[in-house]
């Protein structure tokens, strides 16, 4: 269910997670073919908005750079210099690209959820959030393996620096919050924030329309429900902006940990 549904079917049938669960939008075989959704559809129009916005600013490069130039270097600059350089270090820079493209892609993805007629996010949905978690996963530990080599990089991740005797305890505690914890905690506190707004936008939306449908009365509260619903969008994009900022810095901080010579 998207915001703008009719009111008798808002008043109907109230936000559930089933609104989540969008039909496919092919013309054909739409019973059989659910891999093909507004949500897929939505994450291919962020691949090729991003891809195109950088070849496009970067085709011509002047030195007095165009408004285009300008803010496609501002991002990167902003990620390489307060991202990438301040939690990994001079060693940073040959992150920034990766940094760079996963804070874009989810800061656009994210930005659906509050974009008139579409207003849902792919990152609603747990998958998307999951992969870009597994793909952090893996590229720091590769990280860390290409550094240090396999053994003493597990050693280092897993052996803190404490008295033999309690190193049977310590291990396991590391070994979950090093490689269990981190990719998990990535994911769904991305996959929660844009799940839960989504559905405030939907309550406080529907809401109002399926109580001025009920009785003419509560159009005063309707209004106000309506009112919280644009006060919740402002809300939501700030919401938007941290969580890709703190998914990507988050990124940066495990690449940091295994590229550290220290426990």
């Known amino acids: 269910m998207v915001i703008g549904t009719s009111t008798v079917l808002a008043a109907e049938f109230p936000p559930s997670v089933e609104d989540f669960y969008l039909p496919s939008i092919l013309p054909w075989g739409q019973e059989n073919n659910y891999w093909f959704t507004k949500i897929t559809f939505l994450v291919w129009v962020a691949v090729a908005a991003i891809i195109i916005f950088f070849l496009v600013s970067y085709r011509k490069p002047e030195l007095v ?82 550094h240090h080599g396999f053994l003493k990089y597990f050693k280092t991740a897993l052996i803190p620096p404490a008295p033999w005797f309690i190193l049977p305890l310590l291990i396991p505690i590391e070994f979950f919050s090093n490689f269990l914890v981190r990719p998990f905690s990535l994911a769904v506190r991305l996959f929660a924030n844009m799940f839960a707004g989504h559905m405030l936008l939907l309550v406080f939306t529907l809401g109002g329309f399926a109580m001025i449908s009920a009785n003419g009365f509560l159009a005063p509260v309707s209004i106000l429900s309506w009112v919280l619903t644009i006060a919740l969008t402002f809300l939501e994009f700030l919401v938007i902006c941290l969580q890709a900022y703190v998914f990507t810095v988050l990124t940066a901080s495990y690449v940091q940990g295994a590229l550290a010579d220290e426990h």
Do not use: C, D
């Open 65 to 146: 750079p165009t408004k285009k130039q300008w803010i496609a270097e501002s991002v990167y600059g902003f990620v390489r210099n307060n991202v990438a350089v301040e939690m990994i270090g001079p060693r940073g820079v040959a992150f920034a690209p990766y940094l760079t493209v996963l804070f874009m892609f989810i800061i656009v993805n994210n930005f659906f959820g509050i974009l008139p007629f579409v207003q849902i996010s792919p990152n609603s949905h747990i998958a998307f959030p999951a992969i870009l978690a597994v793909i952090s996963y893996v590229m720091f530990i590769y990280v860390g393996i290409r």
